[in-house]
Every structure is written in structure tokens, then in C-alpha cells.
């Protein structure tokens, strides 16, 4: 298998804030991945996220099926960002879509016990395994 | 088609079963008949092509199938096949049509296509008045479906008459422990110029295999290549995968029934 990119960006659209203890915003967040390894239907990646948070990024992503689910960390320079994508294959060809829910699961630093969820779509190129991803939703940290 | 696997030595397991069973002694023969069967070339941990027969006897069964689907094996993932790398857009009004005037058929990229096979229909004209109408499958990635990865089914009848018949389909989400499922609707044809009511009887795919044949632009050149078929697992079920058919008619119960490919060689 060809090594591959894979971007993922995320950009912040809007911002609320609900408490000075904890703060939402509204993110929509962009990535862009390359493969680095794969096994099997396991597939890791290594890229950069723009946005809301923004840094360089890695991914562990399991297809199986029609199936999407995987992890993509965002190390920006206030902490580490875990977000969790899980979707379906909403069309096929060299670069499926995909589409499903984004969930913000904690990181370290100001991100420690971040939460939130929301929405991502995503291609993944069969070509190099490349992955394009893009996310919105709601972020509390 | 099943035909061109010479060397698809590999005995299948048929299993049809009926919506309600009824008491083992009173247990008809089923109508509906279901193939699998991985190719010659498949390997364990490696690649395969997979060969799927569906038979309704119509003597049995006298009804127009309207759906068809498959539910294949999770450790059979389709989608990892190097299979359906392009997308054949048909527009919605062709496939409303069904049959398509031979001068203007619907071409679809090579590299699009997933599968292919062979469809024997019933050209109902009377209860007495049967003609057997025989055609090619070709089936390809089509554009999005319902929000789900599309299927675009083609047949090209050759006898009695030479037509085009378009069929839509799609990829879907089976229940464990089935992983990709194939859907083909296949309504009744509603302009037969013959007029006759259509009713498929049998129908073989082979998805992969050496009649898929991709070709990829290198150094300024096309170049042909078979696409990797099916991703075969090291491990293999006792029995074999294990496959489901689903058929809805027209008129008449839906129907169900299962098949065992058994596992191929290391």
C-alpha cells in the first residue's frame, strides 16, 4: 500500500460561553491525514488540524465495511485534543464520503476533560489512504 | 459469470428456507435456490473472487421478484476490494424505464465495475405462453443512493429480445454477523413492448475475477490490470462463510434463503 496523507482542519465559527469554570464554543474543525501504517482494515495516519484547535495530528481509523470508526489526536500547543469519529460510507468509488458523529472524548492540558459532540464528513482516498475530514459541533473545555 | 471460473472447484452448500417453516415432514421443497462459492485463485490471507447463484423455480414459485439482497460475510469485506474505484451515473428516469431502447444504451467506466454474470428471465405472455429470455450482468458502483454507497445493475438481453435493462441497487450496512449487503431492486419491467409480465428466475454474478479489468494511466500510458478482489481472511469458519439471499416478490411472501462458501485453499 502507498503511503498516504490525510489533513484534517477544524476552525471555531462561533463561541459561547456558559460559566467561568467551563467554556463551549461552537467548532468546525479540518484535518488532513497521510497514511503511515496499515494492518488489515486498521489504518494510522499522521497530519494537521486546523480550526478551533489546530496542530499537527494523528489517527487510528478501523474500516470495516461500510463501517468508519476511529480516533484523530490534535496536539496543539494548549494540550492534546481527542476526537472520536464513528460513520457510515455514504457513497463509494476511488473516494467514498463518509458522514457520522464526532465526539469531543478529553485530551491533556486545557483540553483535559474536554466534551462535545457533532457532526463530520470525510473522504478517504483508496488510491493512498489518504483521509480528508471535516467536523463541527460543540466543544466544552 | 460463473463459467469463466474454470477452476472453481469449490463445492457450494445450498440451504433455501422459506418464510414460516412448516413440520419437518411436511417441508416442501423450497423454490428458491442459493449458490456461494469463493474462485480458484482465492487464498487464505489473500485474494478471492466470489461467485453468487440465486435460482427461483418457477414452477414452485409463479411470482415476480422485486428486490433482491445479499448479505455477505463480515471477514469477507467487500469494501476493502480494490473493486468499484470509478462511479456509473445513470440518471433516475432511466431506471424508472427499466428497458432502454438498444441504439442509446448506458455505458458505464470499466473501472467501475464490480461484478459480472448472467440473468435467465420468464416472458409471462399467458399462463401457457412462456418465452425464456436470457442476458449478460454487469454490475458497477453507481452515485449515492439513499445516502448509500449505489449499485447500478445492467443488464444486456440478447434473446429473444436484444434490450438493455437498468437496475438500481445499493450497498448497505448488514446485521451482525453479516458485514456488506448488496440490494438490487428489480421492479417489473412497466413498458414491455412484448407484452408480457417479466420474472427473473435465475441469476449468477461473479464479483471480481478475470473478467474485471481496470485500466490505470502510467508514463503516459493506459495500462490494464486486474483489480484485487476480495480480502480473504487467514482464519475460515468451520463451515464456511456463511451468505443470506433475501427476495421480495410482487406477488407473493418474501422469501429467504442461506449458503456456505466453503473456505479456500491456504
Known amino acids: 500500500m502507498a503511503a498516504t496523507a490525510v489533513a484534517v482542519a477544524v476552525s471555531v465559527t462561533g463561541v459561547a460561553t456558559t460559566s467561568t469554570a467551563a467554556k463551549t464554543i461552537r467548532a468546525t474543525e479540518n484535518a488532513s491525514l497521510r497514511l503511515v501504517k496499515k494492518s488489515g482494515s486498521l489504518f494510522d495516519h499522521r497530519g494537521t488540524v486546523t480550526g478551533t484547535v489546530s496542530g499537527p495530528a494523528t489517527s487510528r481509523i478501523r474500516l470495516k465495511g461500510l463501517s468508519l470508526d476511529g480516533t484523530v489526536t490534535v496536539r496543539s500547543r494548549n494540550g492534546q485534543l481527542r476526537i472520536r469519529i464513528r460513520g457510515k460510507a455514504r457513497s463509494g468509488g476511488m473516494k467514498p464520503r463518509f458522514e457520522g458523529t464526532a465526539t469531543m472524548s478529553g485530551g491533556t492540558g486545557r483540553y483535559r476533560k474536554a466534551k462535545g459532540n457533532g457532526r463530520f464528513t470525510g473522504t478517504i482516498d483508496r488510491s493512498n489512504w489518504a483521509a480528508s475530514i471535516r467536523a463541527v459541533g460543540s466543544l466544552t473545555y | ?266
Request: with cysteine; aromatic share 6%.
Open chain 2, 1 to 266: 459469470m460463473l463459467g469463466a471460473l474454470p477452476g472453481a472447484t469449490t463445492a457450494a452448500t445450498t440451504a433455501a428456507t422459506e418464510n414460516r417453516p412448516a413440520t419437518p415432514r411436511a417441508t416442501p421443497p423450497s423454490p428458491v435456490s442459493f449458490t456461494a462459492r469463493l474462485g480458484s485463485e482465492a487464498r487464505r490471507d489473500g485474494h478471492g473472487s466470489l461467485s453468487l447463484r440465486i435460482a427461483i423455480n418457477p414452477r414452485r414459485l409463479n411470482a415476480t421478484m422485486t428486490q433482491l439482497k445479499v448479505y455477505t460475510p463480515s471477514a469477507l469485506d467487500l469494501a476493502m476490494s480494490g473493486l468499484g474505484l470509478d462511479e456509473c451515473s445513470v440518471a433516475r428516469e432511466r431506471f424508472a424505464e427499466v428497458m432502454v431502447s438498444t441504439p442509446s444504451p448506458v455505458q458505464c467506466p470499466g473501472n467501475a465495475l464490480i461484478a459480472t454474470g448472467s440473468a435467465r428471465a420468464e416472458l409471462r405472455f399467458s399462463t401457457e405462453e412462456v418465452l425464456l429470455a436470457e442476458g449478460a450482468v454487469s454490475l458497477y458502483t453507481g452515485a449515492s443512493e439513499s445516502r448509500d454507497p449505489g449499485l447500478v445493475t445492467i443488464v444486456e438481453s440478447r434473446h429473444p429480445v436484444a434490450t438493455q435493462l437498468l437496475y438500481a441497487g445499493n450497498l448497505f450496512d448488514a446485521p451482525r454477523p453479516y458485514g456488506v449487503g448488496i440490494l438490487i431492486r428489480t421492479p417489473p419491467l412497466p413498458a414491455m413492448p412484448l407484452d408480457a409480465t417479466t420474472a427473473i428466475t435465475r441469476m449468477s454474478l461473479t464479483i471480481g475475477g478475470p473478467s474485471v479489468v481496470y485500466t490505470r494511466r502510467s508514463g503516459g500510458h493506459d495500462i490494464r490490470y486486474q483489480p484485487s478482489s476480495i480480502p480473504i481472511p487467514r482464519s475460515c469458519p468451520r463451515r464456511g462463510f456463511r451468505f443470506r439471499a433475501e427476495l421480495r416478490f410482487r406477488d407473493a411472501p418474501r422469501r429467504w434463503a442461506t449458503a456456505y462458501a466453503p473456505c479456500p485453499r491456504r
